[in-house]
């Protein structure tokens, strides 16, 4: 069976930074593969920031206001069966090219809630979601920052209904270990 992966490079410069590194070669180590990598590369994405304006609820449900590439990514993110994040940790959290595309992804669930385990959660707005993973580059980051953003990575795959799988620093994985992690999630 063909998988599906997307991963979205919140890397804010083209630089050799060890996560564009890992990705580059990612791409090249993978191609024989039967799992499909898609990589996007979110600084080179049109992505309008978040409004709050909820139009993509309320005026047009699952679809934002505004006209850029946000919407084709959420199309591939969907019918994907794994969703990475991809960033540096600077000061302690990830790239603020990562966090706007999040803000972004509102319109993939209803704005009603539910009830689960004593939390409010948004409803699905499609009948599957792709399971969550996230890879970094330590850089600075103390071990308290890492603990942080993996916290916020599980929480958020909660209410975006996926199974938060993977959470690893590219300098403390290869590329085969990754590439047959992704390829079995």
Not at 6 to 11: A, W
Not at 71 to 88: K, M, N, P, Q
Not at 122 to 135: A, E, M, Q, T, V
Not at 164 to 173: E, G, H, P
Request: glycine share 2%.
């Amino acid at each position: 069976m063909d998988r599906k992966v997307v991963i979205l490079n919140g890397e804010p410069e083209p630089s050799q930074s060890p996560v564009n590194k890992f990705l580059l070669d990612l791409r090249h180590y993978n191609s024989a593969s039967e799992t499909e990598i898609k990589i996007v590369d979110l600084r080179d994405s049109k992505v309008r920031q978040c409004i709050g304006c909820f139009d993509c609820w309320i005026k047009t449900p699952g679809k934002c206001r505004f006209e850029d590439d946000v919407e084709l990514i959420l199309r591939a993110i969907i019918r994907s069966d794994l969703l990475i994040f991809a960033s540096t940790l600077t000061m302690g959290m990830y790239s603020a090219v990562l966090k706007r595309f999040q803000d972004r992804m509102l319109p993939i669930v209803h704005p009603y809630l539910d009830m689960v385990n004593n939390e409010c959660h948004h409803r699905k707005r499609y009948p599957s979601y792709p399971n969550l993973g996230f890879i970094y580059d330590e850089n600075d980051a103390t071990p308290a920052e890492i603990e942080n953003v993996r916290f916020i990575y599980s929480r958020m795959s909660l209410n975006i209904h996926a199974n938060f799988l993977l959470f690893k620093s590219v300098n403390q994985t290869t590329l085969q270990e990754f590439s047959h992690e992704i390829s079995h999630i």
